[in-house]
C-alpha cells in the first residue's frame, strides 16, 4: 500500500509540474538584435557614449558600434529613439519564491539575483526554469534552506531535516544542513548571526551564532566552493562573520567602524537592504516595528555612509519577495545611495559591476561590453545625472532574451 501511494504521488506531482510547465508564460527565443540610437552608459567608464549601436546574438554583446552603422542579416532592429542603455541591475539579497515573482523582478530592470533563502528550494527549481528558457526572470544564484537554530516548518522541504527537529547548533547539525543544501544544487550559503528585526519579540542585535559555529559553516561550504552570506543587524554578530570568513555581511545596521574597518581589511562585502529596512516605518507594519524602524534607519544610513568613506565593498540587495504590495526595489536602493552621499556613478557601480564582482561573476556581466552576456535596460534619463529615470525602465533583455519592451510610444499609420 505504501508503495503503491508513494507511485500515485509521484505521478501527480509529474501531472501537477507539466501543467505549471505548460500555463508558464514562454520566452522569447534567442534571437539576434542590433539596438540602435543608444546613448551608452556601459558599467565601466564614468560618461555616456552618445548613437551607440549594440549588436546581440546568441545570448552575448557581438559588436558595439558607434555612429553610423550599416546593419545587415537577420538582427530585429530595436530604434531605442536616444533613451539611455545601462547594464541590467543585480539583487544580491532577494527571496523570491513563485515564477510570477521572478517575472515582476526582471521586469523591474533585475537580470541577476542571489536567493537569501526561500522555504522549500524554490530558487533552485527557479534557476533551471530560467536556464532552460521556460519562464521568464532574471538569472538565480540558489541559497536554499537558511541555517539557522529553527527552522519551523522549512523542515518540511526534504526529509533529511527530521534530524534537525530539535535545532541546528552542533558541529555536526550545522555540516548536515550544509550538505543537505549542497546535495540540493544551491550555489551559495546563508546563515545568519544575529537574531531578526522584522518580529516583534526578537531583538535584531542579539547574537545567534558564535564565531565558532559560523566558521563551522563556512568551512563545510568551502569544501564545495561556496561562499556564505551572513544575516547580521548586530555589530557582535557581524564581527563573529567577518573573523569566520563570510563573504558578506546582509543588513549590518548597527555595524561599529571598527567592524567595518576589519570588513574593509579583510574584503567582505556589504549588502545593507536599506529598502526595506526603511518600510517598516510603513502604516502596515505593528507599532512595535514602526517604532524598531524609527530606531534601526538612522543607524543604518550611518553604517552606509562610514561604509562607502572608508572604501568597504557594497552590493545592491532589496530583501525582497517582489510581492504586488511594497516596492523594495533595487532602483530605490541605488536612488538612497545617492542621497547618502555616493556619487551617481558609484552607486550605479554597487548594482552593476560590484555586485557582480561579489557572485564572482565580473567577467561575464554587469558591464556593457562586447562577449559579455546581454543583460541590459533602457531607461529615459542620463542615469549619472538623474538617478530616478532608473524607476522607468523601458526595455529589459537578459541573457540576450528580450524580456520586456514599452517602446515606441507612437502609433505609426
Given at each position: 500500500?505504501g508503495h503503491?501511494?508513494?507511485?500515485?504521488?509521484?505521478?501527480?506531482?509529474i501531472?501537477?509540474?507539466?501543467?505549471?510547465?505548460l500555463?508558464?508564460?514562454?520566452?522569447?527565443?534567442?534571437?539576434?538584435?542590433?539596438?540602435t540610437?543608444?546613448?551608452l552608459?556601459?558599467?565601466?567608464?564614468?560618461?555616456?557614449i552618445?548613437?551607440?549601436?549594440?549588436?546581440?546574438?546568441?545570448?552575448?554583446?557581438?559588436?558595439?558600434?558607434?555612429?553610423?552603422?550599416?546593419?545587415?542579416?537577420?538582427?530585429?532592429?530595436?530604434?531605442?529613439?536616444?533613451?539611455?542603455l545601462?547594464?541590467?541591475?543585480?539583487?544580491?539579497?532577494?527571496?523570491?519564491?513563485?515564477?510570477?515573482?521572478?517575472?515582476?523582478?526582471?521586469?523591474?530592470?533585475?537580470?541577476?539575483?542571489?536567493?537569501?533563502?526561500?522555504?522549500?528550494?524554490?530558487d533552485?527549481?527557479?534557476?533551471?526554469?530560467v536556464r532552460?528558457?521556460?519562464?521568464?526572470?532574471?538569472?538565480f544564484?540558489?541559497?536554499?534552506?537558511?541555517?539557522?537554530?529553527?527552522?519551523g516548518?522549512?523542515?518540511?522541504?526534504?526529509?533529511?531535516?527530521?534530524?534537525?527537529?530539535?535545532g541546528?547548533?552542533?558541529?555536526?547539525?550545522?555540516?548536515?544542513?550544509?550538505?543537505v543544501?549542497?546535495?540540493?544544487?544551491?550555489?551559495?550559503?546563508?546563515?545568519r548571526?544575529?537574531?531578526?528585526?522584522?518580529?516583534?519579540?526578537?531583538?535584531?542585535?542579539?547574537?545567534?551564532?558564535?564565531?565558532?559555529?559560523?566558521?563551522?559553516?563556512?568551512?563545510?561550504?568551502?569544501?564545495?566552493?561556496?561562499?556564505?552570506?551572513?544575516?547580521?543587524?548586530?555589530?557582535?554578530?557581524?564581527?563573529?562573520?567577518?573573523?569566520?570568513?563570510?563573504?558578506?555581511?546582509?543588513?549590518?545596521?548597527?555595524?561599529?567602524?571598527?567592524?567595518?574597518?576589519?570588513?574593509?581589511?579583510r574584503?567582505?562585502?556589504?549588502?545593507?537592504?536599506?529598502?526595506?529596512m526603511?518600510?517598516?516605518?510603513?502604516?502596515?507594519?505593528?507599532?512595535?516595528?514602526?517604532?524598531?524602524?524609527?530606531?534601526?534607519?538612522?543607524?543604518?544610513?550611518?553604517?552606509?555612509?562610514?561604509?562607502?568613506?572608508?572604501?568597504?565593498?557594497?552590493?545592491?540587495?532589496?530583501?525582497?519577495?517582489?510581492?504586488e504590495?511594497?516596492?523594495?526595489?533595487?532602483s530605490?536602493?541605488?536612488?538612497?545611495?545617492?542621497?547618502?552621499?555616493?556619487?551617481?556613478?558609484?552607486?550605479?557601480?554597487?548594482?552593476?559591476?560590484?555586485?557582480?564582482?561579489?557572485?564572482?561573476i565580473a567577467?561575464?556581466?554587469g558591464r556593457?561590453?562586447?562577449?559579455?552576456?546581454?543583460?541590459?535596460?533602457?531607461?529615459?534619463?542620463?542615469?549619472?545625472?538623474?538617478?530616478e529615470?532608473?524607476?522607468?525602465?523601458?526595455?529589459?533583455?537578459?541573457?540576450?532574451?528580450?524580456?520586456?519592451?514599452?517602446?515606441?510610444?507612437?502609433?505609426?499609420?
Amino acid at each position: 500500500m505504501g508503495h503503491i501511494m508513494t507511485v500515485s504521488n509521484t505521478f501527480r506531482f509529474i501531472a501537477a509540474t507539466l501543467c505549471l510547465i505548460l500555463s508558464l508564460p514562454a520566452m522569447a527565443q534567442d534571437r539576434p538584435f542590433a539596438l540602435t540610437h543608444a546613448n551608452l552608459f556601459d558599467g565601466s567608464r564614468n560618461k555616456i557614449i552618445k548613437d551607440v549601436t549594440v549588436f546581440v546574438r546568441d545570448g552575448l554583446i557581438e559588436r558595439i558600434i558607434t555612429g553610423e552603422v550599416n546593419i545587415s542579416g537577420d538582427y530585429e532592429v530595436i530604434d531605442t529613439e536616444g533613451n539611455y542603455l545601462m547594464p541590467g541591475m543585480f539583487d544580491v539579497h532577494t527571496h523570491i519564491d513563485s515564477v510570477n515573482r521572478a517575472r515582476q523582478a526582471v521586469e523591474s530592470g533585475v537580470t541577476t539575483v542571489r536567493s537569501a533563502s526561500v522555504t522549500s528550494f524554490q530558487d533552485v527549481a527557479l534557476r533551471e526554469l530560467v536556464r532552460e528558457g521556460k519562464i521568464i526572470g532574471p538569472e538565480f544564484f540558489a541559497a536554499g534552506i537558511y541555517i539557522t537554530p529553527n527552522l519551523g516548518d522549512t523542515i518540511l522541504s526534504d526529509p533529511r531535516l527530521v534530524a534537525l527537529s530539535d535545532g541546528v547548533n552542533t558541529d555536526d547539525e550545522l555540516r548536515l544542513l550544509v550538505n543537505v543544501n549542497v546535495d540540493r544544487g544551491v550555489d551559495v550559503i546563508k546563515t545568519r548571526g544575529t537574531q531578526r528585526a522584522g518580529l516583534p519579540d526578537t531583538d535584531p542585535r542579539q547574537q545567534v551564532y558564535t564565531e565558532r559555529q559560523l566558521r563551522v559553516v563556512v568551512e563545510e561550504a568551502s569544501k564545495h566552493g561556496l561562499p556564505v552570506l551572513v544575516h547580521a543587524h548586530g555589530d557582535e554578530g557581524a564581527r563573529a562573520a567577518v573573523l569566520a570568513g563570510a563573504r558578506s555581511i546582509e543588513h549590518g545596521t548597527y555595524l561599529s567602524n571598527e567592524t567595518l574597518r576589519l570588513m574593509k581589511a579583510r574584503g567582505t562585502w556589504f549588502v545593507p537592504t536599506y529598502v526595506t529596512m526603511d518600510a517598516m516605518n510603513e502604516q502596515r507594519y505593528g507599532y512595535v516595528l514602526r517604532l524598531r524602524g524609527k530606531h534601526m534607519v538612522p543607524q543604518l544610513e550611518r553604517a552606509i555612509r562610514e561604509a562607502y568613506r572608508i572604501g568597504v565593498k557594497i552590493a545592491t540587495g532589496a530583501d525582497h519577495y517582489y510581492e504586488e504590495d511594497a516596492i523594495n526595489r533595487i532602483s530605490i536602493e541605488v536612488q538612497r545611495f545617492v542621497e547618502f552621499g555616493m556619487s551617481h556613478f558609484d552607486a550605479l557601480k554597487t548594482a552593476t559591476v560590484n555586485s557582480a564582482e561579489l557572485l564572482q561573476i565580473a567577467d561575464r556581466t554587469g558591464r556593457i561590453k562586447e562577449g559579455f552576456e546581454a543583460d541590459m535596460i533602457l531607461i529615459p534619463g542620463n542615469p549619472l545625472t538623474n538617478i530616478e529615470a532608473l524607476q522607468d525602465v523601458l526595455l529589459v533583455m537578459s541573457n540576450g532574451r528580450l524580456v520586456l519592451k514599452r517602446i515606441p510610444f507612437s502609433v505609426s499609420g
